[in-house]
């Protein structure tokens, strides 16, 4: 039987957001800014139900075979508190142009940190052990859009009715790869390395550290490490591999569309659409598989979506 419960001292959460900017108009249209962003979460909730943070649990229960709980007359016991807590300091640089003369684009770069101290722990006497960077952290990010009025034939207005009036649209994004962690999803005693009767536990940090830089996509593939690098902790005890240390492959991708209006009656238009998601067929690979019991750790098995071309006619009235 699980039981749920929530702590009767929960304390009310709270977010703080502070900001800091300068923007500079500079020639030919153009506008430059810097920013400054900060923000940080305090007494947020954590897991509250059956399946979420497990209190009826203690390292070393297994070590005698024998799973006792705390309370050996339940079996999860899930408490709901304002234990978490979150932060992120970043900035963005954006170049932008207003649209003028058939032409407007932003290119937005950012970068910053968001930290926090999760829900769910590994060890949940030791929280502080699983601080890191959140599963969505993107430590640096750039982003392009544009839009052009395609000025073909504007000096002659019949030709241009019929052929002209076309536009052209980019979203480009470009960004660093997602924070992962490394596990061992199986149970007592081939994972579970405190023995708490909880699987996922971190294994010890690699004689190489726990980063790997300047990885390929063929890396990826292949596999960016080996069950064999990553030591495993003595039972009983937890490893001292650090949680999301670990990033996956880059993202990139360009979306490119076409329109083109064609006016029917004074108040209404037909609009061609050719819209182009993934235009250049980019392979943007998954996250590694993280969990050590898996065949296929540290090796890339999916992919983003590949190029998708749509074609429409839109009634505009």
């Known amino acids: 039987m699980n039981l749920r419960v929530v702590d009767p001292n929960l304390t009310t959460p709270y977010a703080q957001n502070w900001f800091l900017g300068i923007q500079r108009e500079l020639p030919g249209g153009l506008v430059a800014e810097i920013n400054y962003i900060g923000s940080v979460g305090r007494h947020l909730h954590t897991g509250d139900g059956p399946g979420g943070e497990n209190y009826n649990r203690f390292a ?4 005698d075979g024998r799973l006792d709980r705390l309370n050996p007359s339940f079996g999860i016991i899930s408490l709901g508190e304002t234990a978490a807590s979150s932060s992120f300091h970043g900035g963005t640089i954006q170049v932008s142009r207003r649209y003028s003369q058939g032409f407007a684009f932003q290119t937005a770069f950012t ?62 994004q470009i960004q660093s790869g997602a924070p992962f962690s490394v596990f061992h999803g199986a149970a007592y005693p081939r994972g579970d390395f405190n023995a708490d009767g909880q699987t ?15 990885l390929s996509r063929s890396d990826f593939l292949r596999g960016i490490f080996t069950v064999a690098d990553f030591p495993l902790p003595a039972p009983g005890t ?30 209404a238009s037909i609009q061609f659409r050719a ?28 992919a983003g979506d590949p190029r998708d071309i749509q074609l429409a006619l839109k009634i505009l009235f």
């Open 60 to 63: 070393g229960d297994l070590l």
């Open 111 to 172: 970068f910053g940190k968001v930290l926090e101290t999760p829900g769910a722990a590994m060890e949940v006497t030791r929280r502080d052990l699983d601080r890191s960077v959140t599963g969505f952290h993107r430590g640096k990010k750039l982003s392009i859009n544009a839009i052009w009025e395609i000025p073909f034939w504007r000096e002659r207005p019949v030709v241009r009715h019929i052929l002209g009036g076309w536009q052209l649209n980019a979203i480009v």
């Open 200 to 214: 996922g536990d971190r294994p010890n940090t690699p004689s190489w550290g726990n980063t790997k830089r300047d």
């Open 238 to 267: 937890l490893g001292n591999l650090g949680r999301n240390t670990f990033r996956g492959p880059w993202y990139a991708s360009t979306d490119l569309s076409l329109f083109k209006n064609f006016r029917v009656t004074e108040t």
């Open 275 to 302: 819209e182009f998601f993934n235009a250049f067929n980019r392979v943007n690979l998954g996250t590694p598989v993280a969990d050590l019991n898996s065949p296929l750790f540290g090796r890339s098995t999916s």
